[in-house]
């Protein structure tokens, strides 16, 4: 598709809020979230059938996701990922072993007003947004009371899912350690996983990744305030599989050892870099048909006089993205830390744009598996990246 503007006609889609739910968001402690005006007192309107075209979209994919990987297991085809033999032992024995998925975030573009409803990626490992998607979301639905409904029981969801772990796993600890590099942000979604399962009973904790000790054999401990050490048998890291296994092959190792001897159960499970890779997402759309896939290439010549899209195989946050016009220029681009990564190119599809000329992207969660909740990212570029305005939806 090339690149033609598309001008909604319904004026009424975006609407202004009173006022952004600051109280509750401070009062949960994610000020962050009121930084650099990045929550704003705006929302956008959805139609049911369009909601239900969003969720029908998420369930389709994943379950197409989990069948080639499913199948992949069976032959043994990771060979095209380009993936360390452990990082392979990691996920063959984490999706055999039925792992459960806590949560991931489909990215599309259109869906909205007629535009064809594409996948982008499948945030499967680290998705960011839960805060504002989950609570921020609904104390705006508070705010908006003419609205019908949402989608949006995200919160809830994950607390179901950490009651359903102690259940089905009651032979372990209910002892949970949540970690990131320490960036704000990261910290604050492991805290924001923390609060939901503490909710069922958990005992939790947070420790940035060097102030764990992960121990060969023995499983993982963080520092106790009587100077002892206290284990936990699940982790949750927003520190993505990519990393671990491309930066940390020490790490790789140690957690080789403690998941395959099932010492230690990490969420989201190993399985999930596959999914988060777009190496396999255009392995999987070339093998099967479906309406959500874009054309994807790993040769750009495949689109000679047509737009398309370059991206990395393991980005973050609209980084190492460029756009091309049809007769090959460059028209948008960012930078970024992960242009070391494999490339592969998607044709262009159209994002909604408003009256006010700016982008929407949706994002759609799923836990454990099923729809769960969405959210919109809002910019004034084509490239969504962190940048963007978060938007919440209603359904009239």
Not at 143 to 162: C, G, H, P
Not at 203 to 216: K, N
Not at 291 to 308: A, E, I, N, T, V
Not at 322 to 344: A, C, L, M, R
Request: hydrophobic share 40%; with cysteine; glycine share 6%.
């Amino acid at each position: 598709m090339d690149l033609v503007d598309h001008q909604d006609h319904m004026a009424d889609r975006q609407i202004d809020l009173d006022r952004i739910p600051e109280n509750i968001i401070s009062q949960r402690g994610y000020d962050y979230l009121l930084e650099d005006e990045y929550v704003v007192p705006e929302g956008i309107i959805l139609t049911q059938e369009e909601v239900n075209e969003f969720e029908k979209a998420g369930h389709t994919l994943y379950e197409l996701f989990k069948g080639e990987l499913r199948e992949m297991v069976h032959t043994r085809n990771f060979d095209f990922l380009n993936l360390p033999p452990k990082m392979v032992d990691l996920i063959i024995h984490s999706f055999q072993g039925d792992h459960k998925h806590l949560v991931g975030r489909f990215d599309f573009a259109g869906g909205i007003e007629g535009l064809p409803l594409k996948v982008l990626e499948f945030n499967a490992d680290t998705p960011t947004m839960m805060p504002e998607s989950s609570f921020v979301q609904d104390a705006f639905f508070d705010i908006y009371t003419d609205a019908r409904s949402q989608y949006n029981s995200l919160e809830e969801d994950i607390k179901v899912f950490f009651n359903h772990l102690l259940i089905a796993q009651s032979d372990k600890e209910p002892t949970l350690i949540t970690t990131s590099l320490g960036y704000p942000e990261d910290r604050k979604h492991a805290e924001f996983i923390m609060e939901c399962a503490v909710s069922q009973g958990f005992a939790v904790a947070y420790a940035d990744l060097a102030e764990i000790e992960f121990a060969p054999g023995e499983g993982i401990f963080i520092q106790a305030d009587d100077g002892g050490s206290v284990q936990a048998d699940y982790l949750y890291k927003m520190i993505p599989w990519e990393f671990i296994c491309f930066e940390e092959p020490e790490l790789l190792d140690i957690l080789h050892n403690l998941i395959m001897n099932d010492l230690v159960h990490v969420f989201n499970p190993p399985y999930t870099l596959v999914f988060q890779s777009k190496v396999f997402l255009h392995h999987i759309s070339q093998k099967y048909s479906s309406p959500y896939f874009l054309q994807s290439s790993r040769d750009p010549s495949s689109f000679r006089g047509r737009s398309y899209v370059e991206k990395v195989s393991f980005g973050r946050l609209g980084e190492n993205i460029k756009i091309f016009n049809e007769i090959g220029q460059v028209i948008e681009q960012t930078p970024g830390d992960f242009g070391h990564f494999e490339k592969v190119y998607q044709e262009f599809t159209q994002l909604y744009k408003d009256q006010f000329d700016e982008y929407y992207q949706l994002g759609l969660f799923l836990v454990d598996d099923h729809g769960s909740c969405m959210s919109f990212r809002r910019a004034d570029k084509l490239i969504i990246d962190d940048d963007a305005e978060f938007i919440p939806h209603f359904i009239s």
